[in-house]
T-cell receptor, first 110, second 113 residues
Framework: QKEVEQNSGPLSVPEGAIASLNCTYS??????FFWYRQYSGKSPELIMS????GDKEDGRFTAQLNKASQYVSLLIRDSQPSDSATYLC??????????FGPGTRLSVLP | DVKVTQSSRYLVKRTGEKVFLECVQD?????MFWYRQDPGLGLRLIYF???????EKGDIPEGYSVSREKKERFSLILESASTNQTSMYLC????????????FGQGTRLTVV
């Protein structure tokens, strides 16, 4: 059974702080990793994709991948109240399907 | 701009009705997926398709069927709707070739009464 695990939260951070979201996955052959943001009642939207070990930065967002530890994280710098949402980690284990984690609910407090 | 469009944003159906949820993508993607999302249970895969007329069962296919007669369209069918199928249904598509991310439609909130 391929699994993706995340802390369900809620994770609360003050405005302007760094939010750190974590994800672990069970399938060692996984090659593609994604972070989605989902606002309440809306569909998931892609924030970041990462395919190789290390860091990938896009604006206030940084994704980090460590395949040896089977760990992927998302850092949100200068967190804003508009970042309050559920963040889904998704893994493509090499087939045509995606495995999603349960999501971490983030609350950024003004 | 990439687009996955679901036919309805909100639907209310009666128990026992046959329900069709339609999804169309304009990205020429090979893969299409149907998920349902419930509070505390996350995204659960119902069915996916990697080619026209091909389908694979996901984690929770019971009570559902699918149809993919054209590459751009993937339909989810509830043969006889029940109240426990009240949920948010999400369609997604992805490229077989590039193995990149899944793109989601706007979701259909189905209520079965």
């Amino acid at each position: 059974q391929k699994e993706v695990e995340q802390n369900s939260g809620p994770l609360s951070v003050p405005e302007g702080a760094i939010a750190s979201l974590n994800c672990t996955y069970s399938d060692r052959v996984s090659q593609s990793f994604f972070w989605y943001r989902q606002y309440s009642g809306k569909s998931p939207e892609l924030i970041m994709s990462i395919y190789s070990n290390g860091d990938k930065e896009d604006g206030r967002f940084t994704a980090q991948l460590n395949k040896a530890s089977q760990y992927v994280s998302l850092l949100i710098r200068d967190s804003q109240p508009s970042d309050s949402a559920t963040y889904l980690c998704a893994v493509n284990p090499g087939g045509q399907n995606f495995v999603f984690g349960p999501g971490t609910r983030l609350s950024v407090l003004p | 701009d990439v687009k996955v469009t679901q036919s309805s944003r909100y639907l209310v159906k009666r128990t026992g009705e046959k329900v069709f949820l339609e999804c169309v993508q304009d990205m020429d993607h090979e893969n299409m997926f149907w998920y349902r999302q419930d509070p505390g249970l996350g995204l659960r895969l119902i069915y996916f398709s990697y080619d026209v007329k091909m389908k694979e069962k996901g984690d929770i296919p019971e009570g559902y069927s699918v149809s993919r007669e054209k590459k751009e369209r993937f339909s989810l069918i509830l043969e006889s709707a029940s109240t426990n199928q009240t949920s948010m249904y999400l369609c997604a598509s992805s490229s077989f070739v590039s193995n990149t991310e899944a793109f989601f439609g706007q979701g259909t909130r189905l209520t079965v009464v």
